[in-house]
């Protein structure tokens, strides 16, 4: 297990998360708050064309994916 991609996301920075994951800019973007909490903890940065999730973010979206997926299983 990688302690580097363990992170205990509240249920609105995981859904802030996946949203920046096809670009804020399609659908319903997460709030500045939420963005700035990311940006923090490395998941997202914010450039000339508005937030994206960072490659950081992109590896502890697809590993607590799966950790998701096992607490709804249970």
């Known amino acids: 297990m990688n302690a580097e991609l363990d992170y ?5 920075q995981w859904e802030a998360l996946k949203a920046l994951r096809g670009g804020a800019n399609q659908g319903c ?3 500045q708050y939420l963005i700035e909490q990311l940006v923090e903890l490395g998941l997202a940065d ?3 064309q508005g937030p994206r ?5 992109r590896r502890v979206l697809i590993r ?11």
Not at 8 to 12: A, G, H, Q, V
Not at 53 to 57: E, N, T
């Open 46 to 48: 914010v450039g000339g």
């Open 53 to 57: 999730i960072s490659p950081m973010g």
């Open 29 to 31: 973007a997460p709030s």
């Open 8 to 12: 205990d996301l509240r249920p609105e």
């Open 64 to 74: 607590g994916s799966s950790r998701l997926w096992e607490d709804v299983a249970a």
